[in-house]
Protein backbone atom coordinates (compact mmCIF):
# COMPACT_ATOMS: atom_id res chain seq x y z
CA UNK A 1 0.00 0.00 0.00
CA UNK A 2 1.27 3.38 -0.86
CA UNK A 3 0.55 6.67 0.68
CA UNK A 4 -1.26 8.15 -2.19
CA UNK A 5 -4.07 5.14 -1.68
CA UNK A 6 -5.27 6.91 1.33
CA UNK A 7 -5.58 9.93 0.36
CA UNK A 8 -8.94 10.99 -1.55
CA UNK A 9 -8.20 11.20 -5.52
CA UNK A 10 -8.09 14.53 -7.56
CA UNK A 11 -11.59 13.24 -9.16
CA UNK A 12 -13.27 12.59 -5.54
CA UNK A 13 -12.53 15.73 -4.80
CA UNK A 14 -13.85 17.80 -7.54
CA UNK A 15 -17.29 15.54 -7.38
CA UNK A 16 -17.98 15.52 -3.90
CA UNK A 17 -16.90 19.13 -3.59
CA UNK A 18 -19.43 22.18 -4.45
CA UNK A 19 -18.25 23.20 -7.98
CA UNK A 20 -14.68 24.84 -7.37
CA UNK A 21 -14.41 28.86 -8.05
CA UNK A 22 -11.79 29.61 -10.08
CA UNK A 23 -10.28 32.93 -9.78
CA UNK A 24 -9.58 35.08 -12.78
CA UNK A 25 -5.64 34.70 -11.42
CA UNK A 26 -5.81 30.85 -12.47
CA UNK A 27 -7.78 31.72 -15.70
CA UNK A 28 -4.71 33.69 -16.65
CA UNK A 29 -1.85 31.58 -15.18
CA UNK A 30 -3.51 28.89 -17.70
CA UNK A 31 -3.40 31.58 -20.39
CA UNK A 32 -0.02 31.86 -19.63
CA UNK A 33 0.97 28.57 -20.12
CA UNK A 34 -0.92 27.75 -22.80
CA UNK A 35 0.74 30.37 -25.13
CA UNK A 36 4.18 28.94 -23.64
CA UNK A 37 3.61 25.60 -24.68
CA UNK A 38 2.80 26.99 -28.16
CA UNK A 39 5.83 28.90 -28.12
CA UNK A 40 7.63 25.93 -27.51
CA UNK A 41 6.23 22.97 -29.79
CA UNK A 42 5.22 25.91 -32.54
CA UNK A 43 9.42 25.52 -34.48
CA UNK A 44 8.93 21.67 -34.22
CA UNK A 45 5.77 21.76 -35.76
CA UNK A 46 7.36 24.35 -37.98
CA UNK A 47 10.15 21.88 -38.75
CA UNK A 48 8.19 19.10 -39.44
CA UNK A 49 6.09 21.08 -41.64
CA UNK A 50 8.59 22.65 -43.77
CA UNK A 51 10.32 19.25 -44.00
CA UNK A 52 6.99 17.99 -46.03
CA UNK A 53 6.86 20.85 -48.74
CA UNK A 54 7.72 20.82 -51.94
CA UNK A 55 10.65 23.83 -51.89
CA UNK A 56 8.04 26.43 -53.94
CA UNK A 57 5.55 26.13 -50.94
CA UNK A 58 8.75 27.18 -48.02
CA UNK A 59 7.56 30.74 -48.07
CA UNK A 60 4.01 29.58 -48.04
CA UNK A 61 3.22 30.29 -44.16
CA UNK A 62 0.49 27.84 -43.69
CA UNK A 63 0.87 24.61 -41.44
CA UNK A 64 -0.72 22.07 -43.20
CA UNK A 65 1.11 21.75 -46.42
CA UNK A 66 -0.98 21.47 -49.67
CA UNK A 67 0.82 18.48 -51.45
CA UNK A 68 2.84 17.00 -48.41
CA UNK A 69 5.81 15.07 -49.74
CA UNK A 70 8.24 12.61 -48.03
CA UNK A 71 10.53 13.33 -51.07
CA UNK A 72 13.49 15.81 -48.87
CA UNK A 73 13.60 12.63 -46.86
CA UNK A 74 14.67 10.28 -49.57
CA UNK A 75 16.79 12.97 -50.97
CA UNK A 76 18.68 13.67 -47.83
CA UNK A 77 18.76 10.21 -46.64
CA UNK A 78 20.33 9.13 -49.90
CA UNK A 79 22.65 11.96 -50.21
CA UNK A 80 26.13 10.38 -49.07
CA UNK A 81 27.04 13.39 -46.70
CA UNK A 82 24.08 13.90 -44.37
CA UNK A 83 24.86 10.11 -43.46
CA UNK A 84 28.58 10.73 -43.12
CA UNK A 85 27.70 14.16 -41.08
CA UNK A 86 25.21 12.00 -38.89
CA UNK A 87 28.29 9.73 -37.92
CA UNK A 88 30.36 12.05 -37.15
CA UNK A 89 28.29 14.14 -34.42
CA UNK A 90 27.05 10.44 -33.07
CA UNK A 91 31.10 9.07 -32.75
CA UNK A 92 31.66 12.67 -31.40
CA UNK A 93 28.41 13.06 -29.12
CA UNK A 94 28.98 9.74 -27.46
CA UNK A 95 32.89 10.33 -26.81
CA UNK A 96 32.33 13.27 -25.21
CA UNK A 97 29.60 12.00 -22.98
CA UNK A 98 31.70 8.83 -21.99
CA UNK A 99 34.25 11.16 -21.01
CA UNK A 100 32.23 13.75 -19.49
CA UNK A 101 30.51 11.07 -17.08
CA UNK A 102 33.99 9.46 -16.29
CA UNK A 103 36.42 12.42 -15.76
CA UNK A 104 33.81 15.03 -14.51
CA UNK A 105 32.83 12.83 -11.69
CA UNK A 106 36.40 11.72 -10.80
CA UNK A 107 37.01 15.13 -10.59
CA UNK A 108 33.87 16.22 -8.88
CA UNK A 109 34.24 12.88 -6.36
CA UNK A 110 38.18 14.00 -5.30
CA UNK A 111 37.29 17.52 -4.83
CA UNK A 112 34.24 16.96 -2.46
CA UNK A 113 34.89 13.70 -0.42
CA UNK A 114 39.21 14.00 0.43
CA UNK A 115 40.66 16.47 2.23
CA UNK A 116 44.05 17.96 0.46
CA UNK A 117 45.42 21.18 0.87
CA UNK A 118 44.40 23.80 -1.91
CA UNK A 119 41.36 21.75 -3.19
CA UNK A 120 39.23 24.78 -2.58
CA UNK A 121 41.34 26.92 -4.65
CA UNK A 122 41.64 24.09 -7.16
CA UNK A 123 37.87 24.19 -7.08
CA UNK A 124 37.34 27.80 -7.38
CA UNK A 125 39.63 27.78 -10.44
CA UNK A 126 37.41 25.13 -12.09
CA UNK A 127 34.37 26.99 -11.37
CA UNK A 128 36.01 30.15 -12.58
CA UNK A 129 36.32 28.86 -16.04
CA UNK A 130 32.40 28.99 -16.42
CA UNK A 131 32.68 32.35 -16.84
CA UNK A 132 34.49 33.06 -19.93
CA UNK A 133 32.35 32.61 -23.42
CA UNK A 134 33.06 30.27 -25.92
CA UNK A 135 33.40 33.24 -28.39
CA UNK A 136 36.44 34.27 -26.81
CA UNK A 137 38.02 30.79 -26.40
CA UNK A 138 37.54 29.82 -29.73
CA UNK A 139 40.93 31.69 -31.21
CA UNK A 140 42.98 30.38 -28.46
CA UNK A 141 41.35 26.86 -29.40
CA UNK A 142 42.22 27.10 -33.08
CA UNK A 143 45.90 28.38 -32.59
CA UNK A 144 46.38 25.16 -30.52
CA UNK A 145 44.65 23.23 -32.88
CA UNK A 146 46.97 24.34 -35.73
CA UNK A 147 50.07 23.81 -33.76
CA UNK A 148 49.40 20.52 -33.12
CA UNK A 149 47.88 19.51 -36.24
CA UNK A 150 44.29 18.63 -34.46
CA UNK A 151 42.09 21.07 -37.42
CA UNK A 152 39.93 18.70 -39.32
CA UNK A 153 40.18 15.63 -36.90
CA UNK A 154 37.86 14.45 -34.16
CA UNK A 155 40.43 15.42 -31.91
CA UNK A 156 40.07 18.44 -32.78
CA UNK A 157 36.33 18.75 -32.91
CA UNK A 158 36.40 16.95 -29.26
CA UNK A 159 38.92 18.35 -27.02
CA UNK A 160 36.96 21.34 -25.20
CA UNK A 161 34.62 19.38 -24.22
CA UNK A 162 36.38 16.15 -23.04
CA UNK A 163 35.66 17.85 -19.53
CA UNK A 164 33.74 20.84 -18.31
CA UNK A 165 33.46 23.03 -15.56
CA UNK A 166 29.59 22.90 -15.10
CA UNK A 167 30.00 18.91 -14.93
CA UNK A 168 32.13 18.67 -12.33
CA UNK A 169 30.67 21.38 -10.55
CA UNK A 170 27.55 18.79 -10.91
CA UNK A 171 29.37 16.04 -9.80
CA UNK A 172 30.84 17.58 -7.11
CA UNK A 173 27.37 18.47 -5.38
CA UNK A 174 25.64 15.06 -5.98
CA UNK A 175 28.53 13.40 -4.10
CA UNK A 176 28.12 16.04 -1.17
CA UNK A 177 24.74 13.64 -1.16
CA UNK A 178 26.24 10.05 -0.68
CA UNK A 179 26.82 9.76 3.16
CA UNK A 180 30.93 8.95 4.05
CA UNK A 181 29.71 5.64 5.73
CA UNK A 182 29.56 4.19 2.58
CA UNK A 183 32.64 4.71 1.59
CA UNK A 184 34.04 3.78 4.86
CA UNK A 185 32.28 0.66 4.89
CA UNK A 186 34.11 -0.08 1.56
CA UNK A 187 37.17 1.19 2.64
CA UNK A 188 37.52 -1.51 5.61
CA UNK A 189 35.76 -3.84 2.88
CA UNK A 190 38.75 -3.79 1.39
CA UNK A 191 38.35 -1.86 -1.80
CA UNK A 192 40.86 0.84 -2.67
CA UNK A 193 39.94 4.47 -3.34
CA UNK A 194 39.79 3.97 -7.19
CA UNK A 195 37.13 0.82 -6.68
CA UNK A 196 35.28 2.82 -4.08
CA UNK A 197 34.57 5.86 -6.26
CA UNK A 198 33.61 3.12 -9.60
CA UNK A 199 31.40 0.22 -7.54
CA UNK A 200 29.83 2.30 -4.78
CA UNK A 201 29.90 5.95 -5.38
CA UNK A 202 29.21 5.86 -8.93
CA UNK A 203 26.04 3.40 -8.64
CA UNK A 204 25.09 6.45 -6.05
CA UNK A 205 24.74 9.52 -8.13
CA UNK A 206 23.45 7.45 -11.42
CA UNK A 207 20.70 10.43 -11.21
CA UNK A 208 22.84 12.94 -11.56
CA UNK A 209 25.22 10.83 -14.57
CA UNK A 210 22.17 10.56 -16.46
CA UNK A 211 21.45 14.41 -16.09
CA UNK A 212 25.10 14.92 -17.09
CA UNK A 213 24.83 12.61 -20.20
CA UNK A 214 21.59 14.08 -21.47
CA UNK A 215 23.45 17.75 -21.00
CA UNK A 216 26.64 16.84 -22.77
CA UNK A 217 25.30 14.71 -25.46
CA UNK A 218 22.63 17.69 -26.37
CA UNK A 219 25.27 20.11 -25.81
CA UNK A 220 27.88 18.70 -27.93
CA UNK A 221 24.57 17.17 -31.03
CA UNK A 222 23.58 20.97 -31.07
CA UNK A 223 27.57 22.37 -31.31
CA UNK A 224 28.16 24.79 -33.92
CA UNK A 225 30.41 27.84 -33.86
CA UNK A 226 33.83 25.57 -32.76
CA UNK A 227 32.88 22.33 -35.35
CA UNK A 228 32.51 24.96 -38.17
CA UNK A 229 35.68 27.01 -37.21
CA UNK A 230 37.60 23.69 -36.78
CA UNK A 231 36.60 21.68 -39.63
CA UNK A 232 37.27 22.51 -43.27
CA UNK A 233 36.56 19.47 -45.10
CA UNK A 234 32.77 18.71 -45.90
CA UNK A 235 33.58 15.05 -44.65
CA UNK A 236 34.23 16.27 -41.11
CA UNK A 237 31.36 18.18 -40.35
CA UNK A 238 28.89 17.32 -38.18
CA UNK A 239 25.06 17.60 -38.52
CA UNK A 240 24.20 21.14 -37.46
CA UNK A 241 27.61 22.43 -39.56
CA UNK A 242 26.50 20.14 -42.68
CA UNK A 243 22.90 21.12 -42.95
CA UNK A 244 23.91 24.99 -42.52
CA UNK A 245 25.09 24.62 -46.03
CA UNK A 246 22.53 22.97 -47.42
CA UNK A 247 21.50 24.39 -50.68
CA UNK A 248 23.59 27.14 -52.70
CA UNK A 249 25.06 31.02 -51.89
CA UNK A 250 21.81 31.61 -54.03
CA UNK A 251 19.35 30.22 -52.28
CA UNK A 252 19.16 28.73 -48.94
CA UNK A 253 17.20 24.68 -49.49
CA UNK A 254 15.51 25.27 -46.03
CA UNK A 255 12.93 22.48 -46.74
CA UNK A 256 16.27 20.56 -46.75
CA UNK A 257 17.70 21.43 -43.50
CA UNK A 258 14.55 21.54 -41.90
CA UNK A 259 14.63 17.30 -43.13
CA UNK A 260 17.99 17.17 -41.59
CA UNK A 261 16.79 18.79 -38.46
CA UNK A 262 14.08 16.70 -38.01
CA UNK A 263 15.69 13.25 -38.69
CA UNK A 264 18.89 14.58 -36.21
CA UNK A 265 16.84 14.97 -33.38
CA UNK A 266 15.65 11.30 -33.31
CA UNK A 267 18.61 10.76 -31.77
CA UNK A 268 18.42 13.10 -28.70
CA UNK A 269 15.14 12.04 -28.00
CA UNK A 270 16.52 8.40 -27.51
CA UNK A 271 18.90 9.56 -25.25
CA UNK A 272 16.52 11.52 -23.20
CA UNK A 273 14.06 8.73 -23.24
CA UNK A 274 16.77 6.32 -22.31
CA UNK A 275 18.43 8.52 -19.26
CA UNK A 276 14.98 10.05 -18.08
CA UNK A 277 14.11 6.92 -16.63
CA UNK A 278 16.97 6.94 -14.52
CA UNK A 279 16.16 10.03 -13.12
CA UNK A 280 12.88 9.79 -12.30
CA UNK A 281 13.98 6.42 -10.90
CA UNK A 282 16.95 7.84 -8.55
CA UNK A 283 14.33 10.65 -7.40
CA UNK A 284 11.33 7.88 -6.53
CA UNK A 285 14.62 5.93 -4.81
CA UNK A 286 15.64 8.59 -2.73
CA UNK A 287 12.18 8.95 -1.53
CA UNK A 288 11.87 5.64 -0.64
CA UNK A 289 14.97 5.74 1.45
CA UNK A 290 13.65 8.09 3.94
CA UNK B 1 40.09 -13.73 18.13
CA UNK B 2 42.36 -11.39 18.94
CA UNK B 3 43.20 -9.18 21.97
CA UNK B 4 43.09 -5.37 21.61
CA UNK B 5 45.74 -3.33 23.14
CA UNK B 6 45.44 0.60 22.79
CA UNK B 7 48.42 2.75 24.68
CA UNK B 8 48.42 6.36 25.12
CA UNK B 9 45.93 6.88 22.25
CA UNK B 10 45.56 10.62 21.41
CA UNK B 11 44.25 12.70 18.65
CA UNK B 12 44.00 15.88 17.54
CA UNK B 13 42.53 17.79 14.88
CA UNK B 14 44.78 20.83 14.53
CA UNK B 15 44.99 22.05 17.91
CA UNK B 16 41.66 20.76 19.74
CA UNK B 17 43.00 17.58 21.56
CA UNK B 18 39.69 15.08 21.44
CA UNK B 19 41.45 12.06 22.49
CA UNK B 20 43.54 12.75 25.62
CA UNK B 21 45.43 9.52 26.20
CA UNK B 22 43.51 6.22 26.25
CA UNK B 23 45.04 3.28 27.48
CA UNK B 24 43.12 0.04 27.82
CA UNK B 25 43.59 -3.55 27.45
CA UNK B 26 40.80 -5.85 25.77
CA UNK B 27 41.40 -9.54 26.25
CA UNK B 28 40.33 -11.88 23.36
CA UNK B 29 36.82 -12.55 23.06
CA UNK B 30 35.66 -9.63 25.05
CA UNK B 31 32.67 -7.62 24.93
CA UNK B 32 33.38 -4.32 25.76
CA UNK B 33 31.46 -1.00 25.04
CA UNK B 34 32.44 2.05 24.78
CA UNK B 35 29.96 4.92 26.80
CA UNK B 36 29.25 8.55 27.37
CA UNK B 37 27.88 11.49 26.24
CA UNK B 38 28.36 12.81 22.84
CA UNK B 39 31.65 14.66 22.17
CA UNK B 40 33.63 12.52 24.69
CA UNK B 41 35.44 11.08 22.10
CA UNK B 42 33.92 7.28 22.03
CA UNK B 43 33.74 7.16 18.38
CA UNK B 44 37.08 8.84 17.44
CA UNK B 45 38.73 5.98 19.50
CA UNK B 46 36.41 3.36 17.07
CA UNK B 47 37.93 5.22 14.15
CA UNK B 48 40.90 4.88 14.99
CA UNK B 49 40.98 1.26 15.82
CA UNK B 50 39.30 1.11 12.13
CA UNK B 51 42.22 3.04 10.55
CA UNK B 52 39.19 5.59 9.47
CA UNK B 53 41.87 7.94 11.30
CA UNK B 54 45.38 8.45 11.47
CA UNK B 55 46.44 8.10 15.02
CA UNK B 56 48.13 11.81 16.14
CA UNK B 57 50.46 9.86 19.09
CA UNK B 58 50.39 5.84 20.83
CA UNK B 59 49.69 2.88 19.65
CA UNK B 60 47.27 0.46 18.52
CA UNK B 61 48.24 -3.65 18.71
CA UNK B 62 45.30 -6.09 17.52
CA UNK B 63 46.55 -9.78 18.10
CA UNK B 64 50.10 -8.87 19.07
CA UNK B 65 50.63 -6.95 16.04
CA UNK B 66 50.69 -2.72 15.93
CA UNK B 67 48.42 -1.95 13.49
CA UNK B 68 48.97 2.21 13.71
CA UNK B 69 50.33 2.00 10.03
CA UNK B 70 47.86 -0.49 8.51
CA UNK B 71 44.94 0.39 5.88
CA UNK B 72 41.78 -1.07 7.24
CA UNK B 73 41.52 -3.66 5.61
CA UNK B 74 44.59 -5.52 6.64
CA UNK B 75 43.66 -5.02 9.92
CA UNK B 76 41.48 -7.76 10.18
CA UNK B 77 38.64 -5.99 11.63
CA UNK B 78 35.26 -5.26 10.79
CA UNK B 79 32.59 -2.74 11.27
CA UNK B 80 28.64 -1.80 11.86
CA UNK B 81 27.80 1.43 11.27
CA UNK B 82 25.08 3.60 12.85
CA UNK B 83 23.22 4.23 9.79
CA UNK B 84 23.71 0.68 8.81
CA UNK B 85 25.98 1.35 5.11
CA UNK B 86 24.82 -1.24 3.15
CA UNK B 87 24.85 -0.36 -0.20
CA UNK B 88 21.21 0.84 -1.89
CA UNK B 89 22.05 -0.43 -5.06
CA UNK B 90 23.07 -3.86 -4.34
CA UNK B 91 21.18 -6.78 -3.22
CA UNK B 92 20.94 -8.54 0.41
CA UNK B 93 23.20 -11.22 -1.20
CA UNK B 94 25.55 -8.74 -2.92
CA UNK B 95 25.76 -6.88 -0.34
CA UNK B 96 26.55 -9.84 2.33
CA UNK B 97 29.01 -11.26 -0.31
CA UNK B 98 31.20 -7.53 -0.91
CA UNK B 99 32.49 -8.20 2.42
CA UNK B 100 34.59 -11.16 0.79
CA UNK B 101 35.49 -9.49 -2.87
CA UNK B 102 39.04 -9.10 -1.89
CA UNK B 103 39.57 -12.23 0.04
CA UNK B 104 41.76 -15.29 -0.85
CA UNK B 105 39.15 -17.44 -0.27
CA UNK B 106 37.59 -19.82 -3.65
CA UNK B 107 34.67 -19.26 -4.99
CA UNK B 108 33.00 -22.29 -2.84
CA UNK B 109 34.65 -21.44 0.44
CA UNK B 110 32.98 -18.32 -0.30
CA UNK B 111 29.67 -19.72 -1.02
CA UNK B 112 29.76 -21.78 1.86
CA UNK B 113 30.45 -18.90 4.62
CA UNK B 114 27.89 -16.45 2.91
CA UNK B 115 25.26 -19.19 3.04
CA UNK B 116 26.49 -19.99 6.96
CA UNK B 117 26.25 -16.31 7.61
CA UNK B 118 22.82 -16.24 6.32
CA UNK B 119 22.11 -19.14 8.18
CA UNK B 120 23.25 -17.56 11.66
CA UNK B 121 21.01 -14.26 10.81
CA UNK B 122 18.20 -16.26 9.69
CA UNK B 123 18.00 -14.48 5.85
CA UNK B 124 17.19 -16.41 3.42
CA UNK B 125 13.97 -15.17 2.57
CA UNK B 126 15.78 -11.87 2.17
CA UNK B 127 18.73 -12.70 -0.21
CA UNK B 128 17.13 -11.17 -3.43
CA UNK B 129 15.90 -7.63 -1.62
CA UNK B 130 17.33 -4.56 -2.12
CA UNK B 131 18.05 -2.43 0.90
CA UNK B 132 14.97 -0.48 0.49
CA UNK B 133 12.67 -2.90 1.01
CA UNK B 134 13.83 -4.08 4.34
CA UNK B 135 12.95 -2.86 7.62
CA UNK B 136 15.43 -0.85 9.57
CA UNK B 137 15.95 -4.61 11.46
CA UNK B 138 16.73 -6.60 8.70
CA UNK B 139 18.99 -3.67 7.26
CA UNK B 140 20.77 -3.73 10.70
CA UNK B 141 20.96 -7.40 10.27
CA UNK B 142 22.32 -7.21 7.02
CA UNK B 143 25.36 -5.10 8.10
CA UNK B 144 25.86 -7.21 10.95
CA UNK B 145 26.17 -10.38 8.41
CA UNK B 146 28.54 -8.13 5.77
CA UNK B 147 30.50 -7.52 8.95
CA UNK B 148 30.69 -11.23 9.96
CA UNK B 149 31.12 -12.56 6.83
CA UNK B 150 34.75 -11.85 6.73
CA UNK B 151 34.98 -13.61 10.33
CA UNK B 152 37.27 -10.72 11.86
CA UNK B 153 39.79 -10.40 14.77
CA UNK B 154 37.30 -7.64 16.16
CA UNK B 155 33.98 -6.27 15.51
CA UNK B 156 33.04 -2.49 15.53
CA UNK B 157 30.14 -1.58 16.42
CA UNK B 158 29.06 2.60 15.75
CA UNK B 159 26.20 3.05 17.72
CA UNK B 160 24.43 0.61 15.83
CA UNK B 161 21.19 0.56 17.44
CA UNK B 162 20.01 4.11 17.81
CA UNK B 163 18.32 4.21 14.47
CA UNK B 164 15.70 1.55 15.45
CA UNK B 165 12.83 2.38 17.54
CA UNK B 166 12.72 1.15 21.28
CA UNK B 167 11.07 -2.02 21.12
CA UNK B 168 13.14 -3.52 17.66
CA UNK B 169 16.52 -1.88 19.46
CA UNK B 170 15.68 -4.47 22.87
CA UNK B 171 15.66 -7.06 20.78
CA UNK B 172 18.51 -6.49 18.61
CA UNK B 173 20.79 -6.25 21.70
CA UNK B 174 19.33 -9.54 22.44
CA UNK B 175 20.22 -10.69 19.14
CA UNK B 176 23.60 -9.25 19.05
CA UNK B 177 24.52 -10.28 22.35
CA UNK B 178 23.33 -13.59 21.85
CA UNK B 179 25.56 -13.56 18.47
CA UNK B 180 28.76 -12.73 20.52
CA UNK B 181 28.02 -15.76 22.70
CA UNK B 182 27.79 -18.01 19.73
CA UNK B 183 30.63 -16.94 17.59
CA UNK B 184 33.20 -15.56 20.69
CA UNK B 185 34.74 -12.84 18.28
CA UNK B 186 36.52 -9.98 20.57
CA UNK B 187 33.67 -7.15 19.93
CA UNK B 188 34.19 -3.03 20.44
CA UNK B 189 30.65 -1.33 20.64
CA UNK B 190 30.08 2.34 20.64
CA UNK B 191 26.69 3.50 22.39
CA UNK B 192 25.30 7.03 24.09
CA UNK B 193 23.16 4.76 25.76
CA UNK B 194 23.58 3.52 29.55
CA UNK B 195 21.29 0.73 28.97
CA UNK B 196 22.88 -0.84 25.94
CA UNK B 197 25.93 -0.83 27.50
CA UNK B 198 24.67 -2.23 31.25
CA UNK B 199 22.60 -4.67 29.50
CA UNK B 200 25.61 -6.28 26.70
CA UNK B 201 28.93 -5.77 28.59
CA UNK B 202 31.53 -7.63 29.72
CA UNK B 203 33.05 -4.52 30.44
CA UNK B 204 32.56 -0.95 30.10
CA UNK B 205 34.28 2.36 29.43
CA UNK B 206 33.04 5.45 30.45
CA UNK B 207 34.37 8.26 28.24
CA UNK B 208 34.22 12.02 28.80
CA UNK B 209 36.04 14.84 27.22
CA UNK B 210 38.80 12.43 25.66
CA UNK B 211 39.55 10.82 28.98
CA UNK B 212 38.62 7.40 30.36
CA UNK B 213 36.88 7.21 33.48
CA UNK B 214 36.17 4.59 34.67
CA UNK B 215 36.77 0.61 33.27
CA UNK B 216 34.77 -2.16 35.01
CA UNK B 217 31.70 -4.54 34.30
CA UNK B 218 28.23 -3.20 34.39
CA UNK B 219 27.87 -4.10 38.54
CA UNK B 220 31.31 -2.60 39.64
CA UNK B 221 30.34 0.59 37.81
CA UNK B 222 26.64 0.59 39.28
CA UNK B 223 28.01 -0.16 42.80
CA UNK B 224 31.50 1.51 42.77
CA UNK B 225 31.87 4.82 40.52
CA UNK B 226 34.75 6.63 41.13
CA UNK B 227 33.50 9.90 40.72
CA UNK B 228 29.60 11.83 40.03
CA UNK B 229 30.35 11.89 36.57
CA UNK B 230 30.34 8.45 36.66
CA UNK B 231 27.64 7.32 39.31
CA UNK B 232 25.07 9.78 37.35
CA UNK B 233 25.34 8.48 33.68
CA UNK B 234 24.98 4.90 34.83
CA UNK B 235 21.52 4.14 35.79
CA UNK B 236 18.25 5.37 35.49
CA UNK B 237 16.83 7.40 36.40
CA UNK B 238 20.35 8.96 37.73
CA UNK B 239 21.80 8.92 41.11
CA UNK B 240 20.34 11.92 43.59
CA UNK B 241 23.03 13.71 44.75
CA UNK B 242 22.83 16.48 47.54
CA UNK B 243 25.31 18.67 49.27
CA UNK B 244 27.03 17.59 52.17
CA UNK B 245 29.62 18.43 54.35
CA UNK B 246 31.96 17.15 57.63
CA UNK B 247 31.07 19.06 60.87
CA UNK B 248 32.59 18.39 64.36
CA UNK B 249 34.33 14.67 62.66
CA UNK B 250 30.79 13.38 61.41
CA UNK B 251 29.07 13.61 57.87
CA UNK B 252 26.09 15.99 57.52
CA UNK B 253 23.62 15.71 55.06
CA UNK B 254 21.23 18.54 56.42
CA UNK B 255 20.61 18.63 59.79
CA UNK B 256 21.42 14.51 59.87
CA UNK B 257 24.06 12.84 60.77
CA UNK B 258 24.63 9.68 58.32
CA UNK B 259 26.07 6.41 59.45
CA UNK B 260 29.31 6.84 57.87
CA UNK B 261 33.12 7.43 59.57
CA UNK B 262 34.51 10.70 58.52
CA UNK B 263 37.79 9.78 59.57
CA UNK B 264 40.71 10.80 56.99
CA UNK B 265 37.84 13.43 55.85
CA UNK B 266 38.94 17.07 56.88
CA UNK B 267 36.69 19.40 59.00
CA UNK B 268 34.29 21.37 56.91
CA UNK B 269 35.28 19.40 53.74
CA UNK B 270 32.43 20.07 50.78
CA UNK B 271 30.47 16.38 50.14
CA UNK B 272 28.29 15.20 47.70
CA UNK B 273 26.21 12.57 48.90
CA UNK B 274 25.13 10.25 45.98
CA UNK B 275 21.95 7.83 46.55
CA UNK B 276 20.43 5.60 43.93
CA UNK B 277 16.76 6.38 43.56
CA UNK B 278 16.49 2.20 44.24
CA UNK B 279 18.30 2.39 47.01
CA UNK B 280 16.23 4.68 49.37
CA UNK B 281 13.89 3.43 51.37
CA UNK B 282 10.06 4.72 52.57
CA UNK B 283 9.74 5.63 56.04
CA UNK B 284 12.42 3.57 57.66
CA UNK B 285 13.28 3.25 61.50
CA UNK B 286 16.34 6.03 61.10
CA UNK B 287 15.27 8.45 57.96
CA UNK B 288 17.55 10.86 56.62
CA UNK B 289 15.17 12.98 54.67
CA UNK B 290 11.70 14.05 54.60
CA UNK B 291 9.90 15.53 51.74
CA UNK B 292 6.64 15.78 50.02
CA UNK B 293 5.80 14.23 47.06
CA UNK B 294 5.61 16.27 44.09
CA UNK B 295 5.45 14.07 41.19
CA UNK B 296 4.03 10.28 40.59
CA UNK B 297 5.36 8.19 37.32
CA UNK B 298 3.14 5.08 37.69
CA UNK B 299 5.94 2.13 35.66
CA UNK B 300 3.64 -0.65 36.82
CA UNK B 301 5.60 -2.75 39.40
CA UNK B 302 7.14 0.50 40.24
CA UNK B 303 6.46 4.26 40.63
CA UNK B 304 8.51 6.92 40.90
CA UNK B 305 8.46 9.35 43.09
CA UNK B 306 9.52 12.88 43.08
CA UNK B 307 10.22 14.65 46.34
CA UNK B 308 10.83 18.04 47.29
CA UNK B 309 12.85 17.74 50.43
CA UNK B 310 14.60 21.18 51.89
CA UNK B 311 17.98 19.75 50.26
CA UNK B 312 16.56 19.71 46.79
CA UNK B 313 14.55 17.24 44.52
CA UNK B 314 15.42 13.16 45.32
CA UNK B 315 13.94 11.03 43.01
CA UNK B 316 13.03 7.73 44.70
CA UNK B 317 11.74 4.33 43.32
CA UNK B 318 8.84 2.89 45.51
CA UNK B 319 6.52 -0.11 45.05
CA UNK B 320 3.76 -0.34 42.26
CA UNK B 321 1.42 -1.05 45.16
CA UNK B 322 -0.10 1.96 46.91
CA UNK B 323 2.65 4.16 46.73
CA UNK B 324 2.11 7.77 48.73
CA UNK B 325 -0.21 10.07 46.63
CA UNK B 326 1.31 13.81 45.45
CA UNK B 327 1.06 16.27 48.02
CA UNK B 328 1.88 13.58 51.02
CA UNK B 329 4.89 13.92 53.33
CA UNK B 330 7.35 10.95 53.04
CA UNK B 331 10.41 10.30 55.12
CA UNK B 332 13.62 8.62 53.61
CA UNK B 333 16.80 6.59 54.82
CA UNK B 334 18.98 4.43 53.12
CA UNK B 335 21.67 1.42 54.76
CA UNK B 336 25.09 3.14 55.45
CA UNK B 337 26.99 0.74 52.68
CA UNK B 338 24.48 2.14 49.70
CA UNK B 339 25.87 5.56 50.35
CA UNK B 340 27.99 7.46 47.97
CA UNK B 341 30.27 10.10 49.04
CA UNK B 342 32.12 12.44 46.44
CA UNK B 343 34.62 15.27 47.08
CA UNK B 344 32.39 18.40 45.95
CA UNK B 345 35.22 20.12 44.21
CA UNK B 346 36.69 17.22 42.53
CA UNK B 347 34.20 14.98 41.98
CA UNK B 348 35.98 11.69 42.92
CA UNK B 349 34.78 9.09 45.36
CA UNK B 350 35.93 9.66 48.90
CA UNK B 351 34.59 6.21 50.18
Known amino acids: MTATDIRPSSDTLLTTKAPVKRSYGQYIRWLLLFLGGIAMVMPIAWMISTSLKWPHEVYNLKLIPDEPTIENYTYVLEDGRFYGWFMNSIIIAV ?105 VAMPLVKPALAALAIFVFLGNWTAFIWPLIVTNSPEMYTVPVGLSGFGDEADVA ?27 RGVVMAGLKG | MSSLTLSDLRKSYGKTEVLKGIDLEIASGEF ?75 KPEKEARIREVVQILDMEDLLDRRPNQLSGGQRQRVAIGRAMVRNPAVFLFDEPLS ?9 MRLEIKKLHQRIQNTVVFVTH ?69 AANLAEGMPLKAGLRPDDLMLNPADPLLEGHVTLREPLGPETLLYVETTLGEVILRAP ?17 ENIHLFDALTGEVVK
Not at chain 1, 257 to 278: K, N
Not at chain 2, 165 to 171: M, N, S, V, W
Open chain 1, 95 to 199: ITTVSNILFDSLVGYTLCKFKFPGRYIIFIAILSTLMIPTEMLVIPWYIMSQNFGWLDTYWGIMFPGLMTAFGTFLMKQFFETVPDDFLEAARIDGLNELQIWWS
Open chain 1, 254 to 280: WELIMTGAAISTIPTLIVFIVFQRFII
Open chain 2, 32 to 106: IVFVGPSGCGKSTTLRLIAGLEDVSVGEINIGGRVVNNLEPRDRDIAMVFQNYAIYPHMTVKKNIAFGLRTSKLS
Open chain 2, 163 to 171: NLDAQLRTQ
Open chain 2, 193 to 261: DQVEAMTMADRIVIMKDGHIQQVGTPEELYRNPVNIFVAQFIGAPSMNMLSASVRDGRVMLGDMALPIS
Open chain 2, 320 to 336: GKNPPEVGEVVKMGALA
